[in-house]
């Protein structure tokens, strides 16, 4: 019988509840597995006791970004870990956009700004600030060329934090096709969700967000699937990937961009999506007997 962990954070103000870790791990012991859901960064648990390690709602990593990735390097070594440390590394800093874009990948156009930097902002256009590490909307907020100072201020209070700056046209293509999830398991398109904009107009960066408004089941296009796979196989060392997730908005010109690759954490959605439990399951049975 495997062992398999399912990998979760500490409950607090700023965690979300994971709604699919119960139903998950029912659905494994069902399935022939011993699983249990464990937290990351407690010291009691004996990762070398699992056959696999799979990082499912670690939603307090993006501002222990560096512990979280020491953990995952850790944790590889005594077990498998899905998806592996060094993909965890790379996908916890979204500079990976950068490396996408320079693959042919279409993404939303993007700037760092690291601590030290010029604080240069648009003038011209309404934007997004938010940090390179970061999940759930957490240290995000849009602004107009008008609240330059305000922008300021944020990009100040997180350089002060260490963290690196991300500032993004705010694409407007959001407010009405909003923004699709393609979620991939074991390889293939598993099933894909829409929401609608986090980020309103003056609402500050410090203030918690609803990450998911208006979640709706999708049926991918041809053309948003495809980007989707250029993602993918992008990814560097093309590793095998228990799990991923693409969330893709539309462009200026109504094209389909890359607005996130999540390859650590990303929710699944199987609250949505009932029907998906027996394959994920199926998955990480596989991933764990090999």
Not at 78 to 94: E, F, Q, S, Y
Not at 102 to 130: I, S
Not at 169 to 176: L, S
Not at 258 to 264: A, F, G, H
Request: hydrophobic share 40%; aromatic share 8%.
């Amino acid at each position: 019988m495997p062992r398999i962990a399912l990998v979760t954070c500490r409950p607090g103000p700023e965690v979300a509840e994971d709604r699919d870790l119960p139903g998950l791990v029912r659905a494994l012991e069902e399935a022939g597995a011993e699983a249990s859901a464990e937290v990351w960064d407690d010291d009691g648990v004996d990762w070398s006791g699992f056959d696999l390690a799979v990082i499912r709602s670690t939603w307090d990593y993006s501002w222990r970004a560096a512990e979280f990735t020491a953990w995952a390097e850790r944790c590889g070594t005594l077990t498998r870990l899905a998806n592996p440390a060094d993909v965890v590394r790379w996908n916890t800093d979204k500079r990976y956009l950068g490396e996408l874009a320079g693959a042919g990948v279409p993404v939303v156009d993007t700037r760092y700004l690291a601590p030290g930097d010029a604080l240069d902002l648009p003038d011209d256009h309404e934007y997004v600030v938010k940090p390179t590490s970061g999940a759930g909307a957490r240290f995000a907020a849009r602004y107009t060329p008008d609240e330059h100072d305000t922008a300021v201020r944020h990009l100040q209070r997180m350089h002060a934090e260490g963290f690196t700056a991300m500032v993004q046209p705010y694409v407007r293509g959001i407010d009405t096709a909003g923004e699709r999830a393609l979620q991939y398991f074991g390889g293939s398109l598993l099933h894909a969700s829409r929401k609608g904009p986090v980020l309103a107009p003056g609402t500050p960066y410090d203030q918690r967000k609803v990450a998911h408004p208006g979640l709706t089941d999708w049926t991918p296009t041809l053309e948003e699937a495809a980007i989707a796979r250029k993602a993918l196989a992008s990814v560097p060392g093309r590793p095998e990937l228990l799990y991923a997730r693409v969330d893709l908005v539309d462009g200026e010109d109504g094209r389909p961009r890359v607005m996130e690759l999540e390859l650590v954490e990303p929710n699944l959605f199987l609250w949505l999506h009932p029907e998906s439990v027996p394959r994920v399951a199926e998955e990480i049975l596989k991933a764990a007997v090999r």
